[in-house]
């Protein structure tokens, strides 16, 4: 190209490098969010999800903020199960990408007769829509009530049993460490951005130097013990904090949420560092967009176009953001 310009004085086009092709294939690339809760979002968010690309996503119903009773009881989370299966269907008719749900016990609230859940979770396994079990895993700490560490685990483990039952991945929440503040909120604010009561958390029942990452590895050794193949296993809310043990001393796959940064702290620049120190191969992102977080239906697509930005090859981003999905949650190709 010709990058002389009839200009009255040089412009930076005359110093352009011309051998620079963006990466339009970027643009069409589409991508599978493994881990949200758009069927708590509005019409609105989810069709944002649509518009910048969306192939799949995996709904996961387990979180407990949806629950209006403290103590959470077993028919409590039984009703987000139902609930998400009841809007599925409408939301795929509306929005065209391929919705799947996740439907797990979520530890980071006591639940009263967890077992009732356990015995009912085999029939919802078998159900089609139902690609995952989770998010679940054990956590230091709760919201309201402490629930044992030992009762957490057996939970946990039993839900892996189920999962190498039926063929199913699980979908760990993974603690990790919050980003650092400039300066605390009032105390009766809390955190704006996230609408859960955060007075109300209860003391560890993990103490030590690391609490987060000694969650992942109990969570890794229940997996172990229910004999889940690790790469059935994929650590959602990766962060700096447990990347190198996942990747070195475990089979299992990681999963960055990058749809609120503004509150774990968690970027691209995360995921490219990974990427480069481990390569794409069980690597994905995932959005963790709910309506009870101040969360960005976008924040995928920006990742995608990041991760070139910060260096990352396109056939590397179109493994982290669509392969591995497809391959490990058994999506449509």
């Not at 310009?5 to 339009?24: I, L, S």
């Not at 829509?129 to 057996?154: F, Y």
């Not at 976008?298 to 493994?319: C, T």
Request: with cysteine.
């Amino acid at each position: 190209m010709d990058s002389s310009y009839p200009t009255k004085r040089p412009t930076d086009a005359t110093y352009v490098d011309d051998d620079f092709e963006p990466p339009t294939e970027l643009l069409n690339l589409p991508w599978i969010d493994i881990h949200n809760h758009a069927h708590t979002l509005s019409w609105e968010d989810r069709e944002r999800y649509a518009l910048s690309g969306c192939e799949g996503m995996v709904m996961v119903s387990s979180g407990y903020h949806w629950t209006p009773y403290k103590p959470v009881r077993a028919d409590d989370v039984r009703f987000l199960w139902d609930d998400a299966i009841n809007r599925r269907a409408a939301i795929e008719r509306n929005h065209f990408f391929e919705a799947n749900l996740g439907l797990g016990v979520h530890t980071g609230v006591r639940i009263e007769n967890p077992d009732e859940l356990l015995e009912a979770m085999a029939d919802y396994c078998a159900l089609e829509e139902v690609v995952a079990i989770g998010e679940t895993g054990v956590t230091p700490s709760q919201h309201v009530e402490r629930w044992g560490l030992d009762e957490q685990r057996a939970i946990v483990e039993t839900q892996m049993e189920l999962a190498d039952a039926h063929d199913l991945p699980v979908l760990l929440h993974t603690p990790n460490l919050s980003a650092d503040t400039k300066r605390s909120y009032r105390p009766e604010v809390h955190t704006p951005g996230y609408e859960k009561n955060s007075g109300l958390g209860q003391k560890p029942v993990i103490e030590g130097d690391n609490p987060e990452l000694e969650a992942v590895k109990i969570d890794v050794e229940a997996a172990r013990d229910a004999g889940l193949d690790e790469e059935q296993v994929v650590a959602s809310h990766a962060d700096p904090n447990n990347t190198a043990y996942l990747m070195e001393e475990t089979d299992c796959y990681l999963s960055f949420t990058i749809g609120h940064s503004w509150l774990v702290g968690v970027t691209a620049a995360d995921v490219a560092d990974a990427i480069d120190e481990y390569g794409p191969e069980r690597i994905m992102i995932d959005t963790d967009c709910a309506n009870v977080l101040r969360t960005d239906p976008f924040a995928l697509k920006r990742a995608i176009f990041e991760l070139y930005r910060y260096g990352i090859d396109p056939v590397d981003i179109r493994q982290v953001v669509v392969e591995n999905p497809r391959d490990v949650f058994d999506f449509s190709a």
